[in-house]
Nanobody, 123 residues
């Protein structure tokens, strides 16, 4: 599976961005997927996840109510709509694929990763 993220950039606090992750190589709809992020000097952390068939969504507490994860299985694309952005959201954002049957937010269980896209929230 190849994953290519896009949509990152520089935005002012309170602004919005939509990240996209285009997948290729295998049946996209069969896999759970997630977004993770890594800020300078910090460990990679889970941001949001979505299951394959029922598209149940999961969020870390700090982004609930501000971020929305979604997927379009007809386009093999994962999205992350980010609203009300804060400086602490600044990080490199990665999409990832989980090939196991059971969903988890544990980054170590994810098999395929994109190259990342930088999101910077600053005035």
């Amino acid at each position: 599976v190849q994953l290519v993220e896009s949509g990152g950039g520089l935005v002012q606090p309170g602004g919005s961005l939509r990240l996209s992750c285009a997948a290729s190589g295998r049946t996209f709809s069969s896999y759970h997927m997630a977004w993770f992020r890594q800020a300078p000097g910090k460990e990679r952390e889970f941001v949001a996840g979505i299951t394959h068939f029922y598209q149940d969504t999961h969020y870390t507490d700090s982004v609930k109510g501000r971020f929305t994860i979604s997927r379009d299985n007809t386009k093999d694309t994962l999205y992350l709509q980010m609203n009300s952005l804060k400086p602490e959201d600044t990080a490199v954002y990665y999409c990832a694929v989980l090939v196991t049957y059971t969903y988890t937010s544990d980054a170590s269980k994810y098999t395929y990763w994109g190259q990342g896209t930088q999101v910077t929230v600053s005035s």
